[in-house]
């Protein structure tokens, strides 16, 4: 496992609940060569004495070095702990999600503020309809299909979409995709709520289609 040792006083944005590490907060990187070269691997953040700080995926392509997983050192991890955040993630809005209106765009998971960076989910149509996701970050990128089985688990759509944020997936050293990751590609247009309105949009790629 790599182990990410940040510089003298560069802990304290950690431990205040920052969940991101510069590589300009980095002082040194140690581990094999090919786990460094691998976007979103695990890796264990400590201070400049040596003391745990962190679990982290590090990403050498990204200017964000590190997106901490968990300050725990006691919490792996692991599959079961993405299947954790993502259970935990849409009961947290389930009520929300159940109330919408089915033409509207949903938020489902919603990245650092869920346990997982980079991730945002948004519901289109309830049970029946879709989920789009967007994976801007390594740490996610590489947890995908766990992170969609998860999905589809906890919220009974079989429908899941990858959008890509373009110029966030660049960033992070990670091809731009857009694909059908479990069951069926939403159609290139459909009506969405937004506030009194509704507008013909592609869900896919978020464009608005002009009226």
Request: aromatic share 6%.
């Amino acid at each position: 496992m790599l182990i990410i040792t940040i510089k003298q006083g560069k802990e304290k944005s950690l431990l205040s609940g920052d969940p991101w590490i510069y590589l300009s907060a980095v002082e040194k990187i140690e581990g094999r060569p090919q786990e460094r070269g691998k976007p979103g691997v695990t890796a264990i953040v400590q201070s400049s004495a040596r003391q745990f700080l962190a679990r982290a995926a590090y990403n050498a392509k990204s200017q964000i070095a590190a997106r901490v997983w968990t300050l725990r050192e006691d919490e792996p991890v692991d599959h079961a702990m993405m299947k954790r955040r993502v259970q935990a993630a849409v009961a947290r809005r389930a009520v929300a999600v159940r109330g919408a209106d089915p033409q509207a765009l949903v938020m489902v998971i919603d990245g650092e503020k869920d346990g997982l960076p980079g991730l945002l989910v948004h519901s289109y149509g309830g049970t029946g309809g879709y989920l789009v996701c967007q994976f801007n970050a390594a740490g996610v990128d590489a947890w995908k299909v766990t992170i969609v089985q998860a999905l589809i688990a906890a919220t009974g759509c079989a429908n899941v979409f990858e959008r890509s944020d373009e110029l966030l997936r660049k960033g992070e050293g990670l091809p731009v995709i857009w694909r059908a990751l479990a069951g069926d590609e939403p159609p290139q247009r459909l009506m969405v709520r937004d506030g009194s309105r509704l507008l013909p949009t592609d869900i896919r790629t978020g464009f608005v289609y002009p009226r």
